[in-house]
């Protein structure tokens, strides 16, 4: 039994027309793979862990990271509870369209293009400022960020034209390595007794309220961009109902253990006592905490295998949210909200290849832009994108979580035994939620790198593209709707 997704009374009623589909055999692993890829974890370990420390709490700053993973996982629990009843794969806005109408899931996807867009563009520039500095690191002459920026861009634009497991098994390879490296380090400092002989120092009550844990939480939330990517790849899993929920709960669990070991171990390597000094010295000087440790723990020939590796898992990130934002276009195109164009299917890759065409352009317009500009590659591209996408991201799974609760409380049957997934997580999450954006925007600037004018107009963003894609409205009406059951 299905019912009609909510809609405005002046969009058409009419159905749209079948829309394709991407071909796919993507499992649970290739999902997961994808995702984490897009969290750039070696990226996050090396820039957002010495931030938490450094401003955050200090060596309480490995349960900003726990805190995180716990507010995600909540949130997952009504997000895989709704997947079986949206069979769309347009993620948040397909979820938000579905529980909310469709104003509001057209505001989602507008948020969610700028978001996903400022945050590959962002990397574009760290990609860019990253290999220049491993260049120049081994005597290479010194070449301005946005040519490798601009390299990359084009190497991302061709692997995301061809079929979609061309693109699981580069970022299987890269996030395989850049995994690799961390726990090798994170096995070096433990079996070695780190600086003052391991201990728990970290998740005692003086460590957590040693300094704002709110901070720690921000930088955390920000390594986790990406995660509920595994619902855009919906057409080309498997085994979709069984896939996606597997991909986005090991996802969530595998990102945060992962952060949260790494920093933990980090600041043991360092030792507890000096680990906010350390990251501190190394954030004003341009230093490098992590591959300073790796060079001390695993001598210098591994802490230069991490610096390549450093560029390989930006490489993987920006190339992961290419493949979701163009999935996300060729979407909102197949249900008639964008130009019909971007909806095409290669008849031999069976990928998005127009969709790919038009984001490689949209991205590499805004490199320039920002080359043109002078911005900085690090703060003033990679810091302002990150800070709005940072905000784009709480919004979206705010929103979500909301819809979660609408699209049940409409079906009274379906909450039989499954109050706590389909009321009291998605609340909870809706709680937590608030609290990480009210976290967020209060040390915005401390994200942007920017001052309080510029990091006030960055943060709106997000929400004039809410109120811009609602006022807009859909073209058409999502279907695939299901009673829930």
Known sequence: ???????????????PAPRSRLAGRLGTGGIVFMVIAAAAPLTVIGGNVPLAIGSGNGAGAPVGFVIAALVLLVFSVGFVTMTPHVRDAGAFYSYVTHGLGGRPGMGTAYVALVAYTAIQVGMYGYFGWAVGDLVTHYGGPSIPWWVFAVAGLVVVGLFGYRH???S????????????????????????????????????????VASGPLGIAVLFALTGFIGFEATAVF??????????????????????????????WSLIEGIGASRAGEVANEALSSGGNMLLDSAGT?????????????????????????????????????????????????HPRHGSPAFSSVVQTGTALVLVLVFTLVGLDPLVGVFGSMAGVATVGMVLLMLLTSVAVVAFFLRAPEARAGRTWTTVVAP???????????????SNFTLVTGGSVGVSAVLGLIPVAALIAGAAIG?????????QPK
């Open 474 to 482: 859909p073209r058409s009406r999502l279907v695939g709707a299901d």
């Open 234 to 263: 919906r057409d080309e899993a498997r085994d979709p109902e069984r896939t996606i929920p597997r991909a986005t709960y090991l996802a969530v669990l595998i990102i945060g253990v992962f952060y949260a070991v790494s920093c």
């Open 297 to 345: 723990y695993l001598g210098t020939v591994l802490r230069d295998v991490m610096q390549v590796l450093l560029c390989t898992s930006v490489f993987a990130c920006v190339l992961s949210f290419h493949n979701v934002i163009a999935r996300y276009q060729f979407a909102l195109a197949s249900n008639g909200s964008f130009p019909a164009p971007l909806a095409r299917v």
């Open 164 to 166: 979609i497991e061309l």
């Open 427 to 441: 609340v909870l999450a809706v709680v937590g939620l608030l609290v990480s954006l009210w976290l967020v925007v």
């Open 1 to 15: 039994m299905s019912i009609p997704t909510t809609r405005d009374s002046h969009e058409p009623t009419a159905e």
């Open 168 to 207: 699981s098994k580069v970022l299987g390879v890269a996030l395989v390595l850049e995994i690799a490296v961390v726990v090798a380090l994170d096995v070096a400092i433990i079996g070695t007794g780190g600086a003052d002989g391991i201990s728990g120092a970290s998740f005692t009550p003086e460590a």
